[in-house]
């Protein structure tokens, strides 16, 4: 029940083309979704993050998707940059604020 | 000032050293986080300070004691480390409270145990 199931592992996608990360709880309990980005040799970077009350949110090239019913959320990058080549956590906070993460997808745009 | 600062970057012990790692943030944030990144996982929680108190240890081996001498530092002291403690160290820090849902974390310390 704790546990946030991310998809895929790793993707390649082309430059200018959209990148889709997936991920899907079980414990209705959270409440507060996260996407981080994390470059090789640095910390994790809080991207964008959503409430479970909201259906979509966007931040720039960044959307986050959530559908409560499903519990399940998505992360999609728009226009994908090589420079968005980066390894992205989701992750949910349960009810003692602390973090579950998902088990990571490293997303390599090509040029 | 929204950084969380680690130092230092990179450290190798050997399994008889004595070392610590240090975490500052001038963010006015009053919990503080140590987490453990192995290669291509996720970061594991290891300790929480919230208002300078312990508030979690997540069953983390003695060798691992934390300390937070004020709201701003957080360290972390190493001894006697086995090799398959080397990791990417990782501090955070929040709001207390709610505020814990979003943290922000430092660029790591690189340990290598020999």
């Known amino acids: 029940q704790q546990q946030v199931k991310q998809s895929p592992q790793s993707l390649i996608v082309q430059k200018g083309g959209i990148s889709i990360i997936n991920c899907a709880y079980e414990n209705t309990a959270f409440d507060y979704f996260p996407w981080y980005q994390q470059f090789p040799g640095k910390g994790p970077a809080l991207l964008i993050a959503?409430?479970?009350d909201v259906s979509e949110k966007k931040e720039g090239r960044f959307t986050i998707s959530f559908n409560k019913s499903a519990k399940q959320f998505s992360l999609h990058i728009m226009d994908s940059q090589p420079g968005d080549s980066a390894t992205y956590f989701c992750?949910?906070?349960?009810?003692?604020?602390?973090?579950?993460w998902g088990a990571g997808t490293k997303l390599i745009i090509k040029p | 000032d929204t950084e969380v600062t680690q130092t230092p970057k990179h450290l190798v012990m050997g399994m008889t050293n004595k070392k610590s790692l240090k975490c500052e943030q001038h963010m006015g944030h009053r919990a503080m986080y140590w987490y453990k990144q192995k290669a291509k996982k996720p970061p594991e929680l290891m300790f929480v300070y919230s208002y300078e108190k312990l508030s979690i240890n997540e069953s983390v081996p003695s060798r691992f004691s934390p300390e937070c001498p004020n709201s701003s530092l957080l360290n972390l002291h190493l001894h006697a480390l086995q090799p398959e403690d080397s990791a990417l160290y990782l501090c955070a820090s929040s709001q207390a409270g709610t505020g814990m849902r979003t943290q922000y974390f430092g660029p790591g310390t690189r340990l290598l145990v020999l």
């Open positions: 959503i409430r479970p």
């Open positions: 992750a949910a906070v349960d009810s003692n604020y602390q973090l579950i």
